[in-house]
């Protein structure tokens, strides 16, 4: 994996902690039910244990499904595994860290970066699971990109929706994905 561009500690160290995330973000009680909806099993949390310590990077703004989805879990697991710390930064205050961790010029969130004590990057994850994806692109916005072109309704409904497949498959997905990035690196 290419190392950053940028010197990533400073955006890490002075990032906020996952309460002071919550404090401020105007999706804190949605946010905070994605925390607490999880047990998560020995399997995952020995599998994340194994690689500490590791410092988790998010970038990520709380208007977006997915960071309120998937960040939340990563704060979860890192609250129970001793060793993972997790700092967020919001995209709207990183331009250039942002720049570092677009795909394809384009600016997915949230961006989850693992780095080991001396910020070695050891993996990098970005928007949401596959599967997700293909469900949304393919179902949902039928082959368009576009997904501000839901409102109203159809954007409700979506979100609902959205959210019970996050529950029931897609958390296992993403951590799944997670720990298929990480699972080869030299710790």
């Known amino acids: 994996m290419p190392e950053p ?7 890490y160290n ?12 105007k999706s804190a009680a949605r946010m905070k039910s994605f925390y607490d909806a999880f047990d998560f099993d020995e399997d995952v949390l020995t599998f994340f ?26 704060a979860r ?3 129970e595994v001793p060793g993972m710390e997790l700092s967020i930064v919001r995209r709207s205050d990183a331009a250039d ?14 961006v989850l970066a693992f780095f080991d004590m001396t910020f070695r990057e050891l993996a990098r994850w970005s928007g949401r699971c596959q ?11 039928k082959g368009t990109r576009d997904i501000t ?18 529950r029931e498959t897609y958390v296992w997905e993403t951590i799944s994905e997670w720990q298929h990035l990480l699972e080869d690196q030299d710790y």
């Open 77 to 79: 697991i890192a609250d």
């Open 14 to 25: 002075n990032g906020l902690s996952w309460k002071q995330y919550l404090a401020g973000a």
């Open 97 to 110: 860290l942002m720049s570092e961790y677009s795909v394809e010029g384009k600016q997915r969130i949230p």
């Open 5 to 11: 561009k940028i010197d990533v500690a400073p955006f």
């Open 131 to 141: 599967s997700a994806d293909q469900w949304i692109f393919g179902e949902v916005l």
């Open 149 to 166: 072109t839901l409102s109203g309704p159809a954007a409700a409904s979506f979100e609902s929706e959205y959210d019970r497949r996050f």
């Open 49 to 74: 244990n194994g690689r500490t310590p590791l410092q988790v990077l998010a970038i990520a703004e709380d208007w977006c499904p997915d960071v309120v989805q998937s960040v939340a879990v990563a």
